[in-house]
């Protein structure tokens, strides 16, 4: 057992290394035989499985039996022609999805976590699916584990190790060798893959990985890994039984009428299936998953990486963003701007402290803290003194100490929250007066307000540090420093847009009220008054849930909170009905990132453990890409919800025309293969358009409001059933009065192409809601997708098997030309719907 073996009997095993962890050539072999560091085995589905997968719907069973049918009654032609059809829908279906599926790896594969491993003696960061037994891992606090490993090395290591052993604390961690019998949540000298690394920092060596991990080894978590069908698919479903039942009741009536009129059983069955199949929108699934397929790619292309696939459509019904302010609503560049130092012999030593008590450093323009960036910009030229010890920041605390060497013992230099630091200074009456005198006037001014402070220290003992609440205390005060933090450029355009669209913003920052306040005013997302508007932490904790939740319509800020205040308030306000968004970066943010309705990690501020708790992770680290993510979830939704109505409006229609006809006691105008036919080129080409309709400029702007939960409202209903009417009505008038004023032949012919015209020109009026065709932004995948089918009309028309086929004839130009005018009518009332609807909302 790895845990009962000491460091070096394990780097001996691996071929590995304390210092330099594995060579180039012991890596190659380690991968040889480890392979990829996968929790599933990568089953990825075969293109050839794909194919056949398109097969193997109810749709298919029945054209197919309606092929075999007509080959034993030697009609092999339209046997051949059914199965045709059926090899082209698979090869569309095929399309769609195998594109879908491309998409969706892609996805992935952005969306793995990253770790650190130490190579030839250098640090490199790695996918976690590259790293192998051997490895030696470079961890720190935020870190998502994605082996498992021994530890070598550890400073105050502790691991959340929940997902495997069900313990909520934070679990220490150190190195050491355990006997081999120790069961799994007792092993404090391993890291577990899949578990988080809470705090500390330190290296180990990975033993095992992928499915030898302890995670891997649980069975039933692997199922979880499956990608789920998402609500929307599953709702989508439904409608689809729906509308087979409805085609199902039709098929029986059509079958009972034409028996009565002495048709054989043979001719109702085919004309049966041609109807069910006619009423299936059989790509709708699909369609959704390209829709949300393209748009996760179109987000990743404006910094949003989506994580999981549901997110898209919970995106589109976000009506309160909860984000950090700090790095998100502001750029982060940090720079004193003022500084307040009591006694001026003290500039010194405070600048002493600002570099002393600091993990920032100025190489290759700066990296750390951004905060403390600013603060080591400040004491530039002030060389930093030599640490012996660091009683880390926490936000909770909100400060931190250093401990350095100095002559008799040694100085503390402590920095914080002038609340957190001020209390624990000795102070005159005046002093403290003055000290928060100015500590407001910085904060009014939206600064970011720092305290520092010192203190000297005689014993101390390096290897038995004292606890922080032993050594912060009886400081003394050297000064505040007001920090300035700009918004982001984008930031307010964007907030505006979320008011003006229905989207509450609520920002959350551990800082002062009064700084919080004169931001959140800057930005725009308070006015003058705002009673009620802002919270604190402390404040927060003094009231019970159902308290919060009466309150928290009202609160946009909440200042000085911990990371454990985000739950409660993502909590509160989902119980008020809300889909809330929630950003966050560091460790203690995962819970709250879990519990909201779409999590959003910091891609290149954040910590990996809250990228993988989230749902959607900002490459930008900006509040405008969340803003642009709802936009896109919004348009997805409608665009989806538009290509539905196309979808049950013309197969309504075809329902009707089919009942219509029968009930009126007149031949069908159609045989079996025409409707399998408009079934093909109708549903097939304008539906894939319309699902991947771009996102109109402004969309956000213009939107209406959060998608709601249905499709179904009242005023897709009334479309819906209004364009079938409608599209029922002028085919069997046309239909009728040919029956009586010439031969059966070119009625059908006429009907045929009709119903074409029909359900193509339909979909111009499915691009948008509520805009005119002639507004919206030239779209060639939708001309085409119209243009296509036509063509292959006319192919279809002068060539005499298939006019056979058909059973139609040739009719000429200017009758055609007379369809497609009938054929605009629909069209053109539900565009005139439109500006009538408009004029009457803006009367
Ligand atoms: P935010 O949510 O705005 O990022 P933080 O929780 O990071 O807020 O910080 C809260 C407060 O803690 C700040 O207002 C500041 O006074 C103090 N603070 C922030 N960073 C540090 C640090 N590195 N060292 C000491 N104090 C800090
Ligand atoms: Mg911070």
């Known amino acids: 057992m790895h845990w009962s073996k000491t460091p070096q009997e394990l780097f001996r095993n691996f071929g590995s290394d304390e210092h330099n962890g594995l060579s180039q050539e012991a890596y190659a072999a380690a991968w040889k035989k480890f392979g990829p560091n996968n929790l599933t085995e990568s089953k990825r589905v075969s293109r050839f499985f794909l194919f056949f997968k398109q097969f193997q719907n109810m749709m298919t069973g029945l054209l197919l039996l309606a092929a075999g049918i007509s080959f034993f009654l030697k009609e092999e032609i339209d046997a051949m022609a059914i199965f045709a059809i059926v090899i082209l829908n698979g090869v569309v279906g095929f399309i769609q999805e195998a594109k879908a599926e491309a998409s969706i790896a892609a996805l992935k594969k952005l969306s793995t976590p990253k770790a650190k491993v130490i190579r030839e003696g250098k640090v490199k960061v790695v996918e976690s699916t590259e790293v192998v037994p051997g490895d030696l891992l470079t961890l720190e606090a935020g870190d998502y584990i994605v082996a498992d490993a021994v530890v070598i090395h550890g400073y105050q290591l502790a691991a959340d190790e929940a997902i495997l052993t069900g313990e909520s604390m934070p679990v220490e961690k150190s190195s050491g060798v355990v006997k081999a019998e120790t069961n799994l949540g007792e092993r404090t000298n391993m890291l577990h893959s899949s578990t988080a690394l809470t705090s500390g920092s330190g290296k180990a060596l990975v033993v095992s990985t992928g499915m030898e991990t302890e995670i891997g080894k649980i069975a039933g978590l692997l199922d979880a890994t499956k990608s789920e069908e998402t609500p929307l698919q599953k709702r989508l479903a439904k409608v689809s039984n729906k509308l087979l039942v409805l085609g199902l009741a039709v098929m029986i009536i059509v079958g009972i009428i034409e028996y009565t009129k002495g048709n054989t059983w043979l001719?109702?069955?085919?004309?049966?299936?041609?109807?069910?199949?006619?009423?299936?929108?059989?790509?709708?699934?699909?369609?959704?998953?390209?829709?949300?397929?393209?748009?996760?790619?179109?987000?990743?292309?404006?910094?949003?990486?989506?994580?999981?696939?549901?997110?898209?459509e919970t995106l589109g019904s976000t009506d309160v963003i909860c984000t950090d302010k700090t790095g998100t609503l502001t750029t982060g560049d940090m720079v004193v701007r003022e500084v307040f130092a009591p006694s001026p012999e003290n500039k010194d030593k405070l600048n002493l402290a600002a570099v002393a008590c600091n993990n920032a450093s100025l190489d290759n323009g700066g990296s750390g803290d951004p905060t403390e960036i600013a603060l080591l910009k400040m004491a530039e030229g002030t060389p930093a003194p030599e640490r012996i010890h660091e009683w880390s920041f926490e936000s909770n605390r909100k400060r931190m100490s250093v401990a350095v060497a100095a002559e008799n013992g040694v100085n503390i230099y402590s920095k914080g929250a002038p609340e957190a630091i001020l209390p624990l200074c000795g102070f005159s009456e005046e002093g403290k007066s003055e000290a928060e005198k100015i500590m407001r006037e910085f904060s009014m001014k939206g600064r970011r307000t720092l305290a520092l402070a010192w203190r000297s220290l005689k014993d101390f003992d390096v290897n038995h540090p004292p606890a922080h609440g032993d050594v912060e205390k009886n400081l003394q005060f050297l000064g505040l420093v007001a920090i300035a933090d700009p918004p982001k450029e984008e930031t307010v355009p964007s907030i505006s847009v979320c008011k003006s669209s229905g989207i509450k913003v609520i920002m959350i920052t551990g800082d002062h009220p009064l700084t919080a306040e004169a931001i959140a005013k800057e930005l725009g997302i308070i006015g003058k008054d705002i009673t009620g508007q802002v919270m604190t932490g402390a404040e927060l904790d003094t009231i019970n849930a159902e308290e919060l939740s009466r309150r928290c319509e009202n609160i946009l800020v909440y200042a000085r909170v911990s990371p454990e205040h985000k739950l409660k308030i993502v909590e509160a306000l989902q119980k008020n009905g809300h889909t809330v968004a929630m950003t966050g970066d560091g460790v203690n943010d995962s819970p709250a990132l879990k519990k909201a309705s779409i999590g959003v990690a910091m891609g290149r501020a954040g910590t990996e453990v809250a990228r993988q708790a989230s749902s959607m992770v900002l490459t930008d680290d900006n509040f405008a890409t969340i803003v642009h993510a709802v936009e896109e979830g919004r348009a997805i939704f409608g665009n989806i919800k538009r290509t539905?109505?196309?979808?049950?409006?013309?197969?309504?229609?075809?329902?009707?025309?089919?009942?219509?006809?029968?009930?009126?006691?007149?031949?069908?105008?159609?045989?079996?293969?025409?409707?399998?036919?408009?079934?093909?080129?109708?549903?097939?080409?304008?539906?894939?358009?319309?699902?991947?309709?771009?996102?109109?400029?402004?969309?956000?702007?213009?939107?209406?409001?959060?998608?709601?939960?249905?499709?179904?409202?009242?005023?897709?209903?009334?479309?819906?059933?209004?364009?079938?009417?409608?599209?029922?009505?002028?085919?069997?008038?046309?239909?009728?009065?040919?029956?009586?004023?010439?031969?059966?032949?070119?009625?059908?012919?006429?009907?045929?192409?009709?119903?074409?015209?029909?359900?193509?020109?339909?979909?111009?009026?499915?691009?948008?809601?509520?805009?005119?065709?002639?507004?919206?932004?030239?779209?060639?995948?939708?001309i085409l997708s119209v243009i296509i089918p036509i063509i292959l009309q006319v192919f279809l028309e002068t060539n005499s098997s298939f006019r056979e086929l058909f059973e139609i004839s040739r009719i000429n130009f200017t009758t055609h030309l007379?369809?497609?005018?009938?054929?605009?009518?629909?069209?053109s009332l539900i565009e005139l719907r439109k500006v009538l609807r408009y004029r009457e909302n803006n009367a």
């Open 267 to 312: 001719d109702i069955f085919m004309l049966s299936i041609s109807l069910a199949i006619a009423a299936i929108p059989e790509g709708l699934p699909t369609i959704v998953t390209l829709a949300l397929a393209l748009a996760v790619r179109r987000m990743s292309k404006r910094n949003a990486i989506v994580r999981k696939m549901n997110a898209v």
């Open 644 to 782: 539905i109505q196309y979808l049950l409006s013309t197969n309504l229609a075809e329902i009707l025309i089919v009942l219509g006809s029968s009930l009126a006691g007149m031949p069908v105008p159609f045989v079996p293969l025409t409707l399998l036919w408009i079934n093909l080129v109708t549903d097939g080409f304008p539906s894939l358009a319309l699902a991947a309709e771009p996102v109109a400029k402004d969309f956000l702007k213009k939107s209406e409001g959060p998608s709601p939960a249905s499709f179904f409202d009242e005023g897709f209903m009334k479309e819906m059933f209004l364009v079938a009417f409608l599209m029922t009505i002028i085919e069997l008038s046309v239909y009728f009065y040919l029956l009586k004023t010439g031969d059966e032949i070119t009625a059908r012919s006429c009907a045929f192409h009709l119903l074409v015209y029909l359900a193509l020109f339909r979909s111009f009026s499915c691009r948008s809601e509520n805009r005119i065709y002639t507004q919206l932004p030239f779209n060639q995948f939708h």
């Open 818 to 827: 007379l369809l497609m005018l009938l054929a605009l009518i629909p069209v």
